[in-house]
């Protein structure tokens, strides 16, 4: 499978909710540059980022545009995220079922047919203003 079609597998167990198929062509060294705060090394911490998500957010990602580079192991994905704030998490609004639309990207980059690192970037203020 060709690295664009790897970032496509990803996105679309994402938006099946299948944790396992995302973990499953992610490398044992991932590294996960969030938003927000530290970035997260190793599949471990990613499956806890993941697990947490799951519990607090349910989201969706429509619109869904990659872009390729010259070096096919660059890609990026704009998306919308079509979202339901569950769980509040610390330091964040209260959360009551709240729904949320918002432009998001990624950068991803693949090796050896695995997802090495996740660089996603959204509007935090943006968000907190919709949850608010």
């Given at each position: 499978?060709?690295?664009?079609?790897?970032?496509?597998?990803?996105?679309?167990?994402?938006?099946?909710?299948?944790?396992?198929?995302?973990?499953?062509?992610?490398?044992?060294?991932?590294?996960?540059?969030?938003?927000?705060?530290?970035?997260?090394?190793?599949?471990?911490?990613?499956?806890?980022?993941?697990?947490?998500?799951?519990?607090?957010?349910?989201?969706?990602?429509?619109?869904?545009?990659?872009?390729?580079?010259?070096?096919?192991?660059?890609?990026?994905?704009?998306?919308?995220v079509n979202g339901i704030y569950k769980i509040a998490e610390d330091g964040l609004p209260p959360a009551h079922g709240q729904s949320y639309v918002?432009?998001?990207?990624?950068?991803?980059?693949?090796?050896?047919?695995?997802?090495?690192?996740?660089?996603?970037?959204?509007?935090?203020?943006?968000?907190?203003?919709?949850?608010?």
């Amino acid at each position: 499978m060709n690295e664009l079609n790897i970032v496509k597998t990803y996105y679309t167990h994402f938006n099946n909710r299948n944790w396992q198929g995302m973990l499953d062509i992610v490398s044992d060294d991932i590294i996960h540059y969030p938003n927000e705060g530290d970035p997260r090394h190793g599949k471990e911490l990613f499956t806890q980022f993941l697990q947490k998500m799951d519990t607090a957010y349910s989201e969706k990602l429509t619109g869904m545009i990659f872009y390729t580079a010259d070096d096919p192991s660059k890609i990026a994905v704009q998306f919308t995220v079509n979202g339901i704030y569950k769980i509040a998490e610390d330091g964040l609004p209260p959360a009551h079922g709240q729904s949320y639309v918002l432009p998001a990207a990624a950068f991803l980059e693949v090796s050896d047919g695995k997802i090495r690192s996740v660089t996603t970037y959204y509007n935090l203020h943006e968000w907190i203003e919709k949850v608010s």
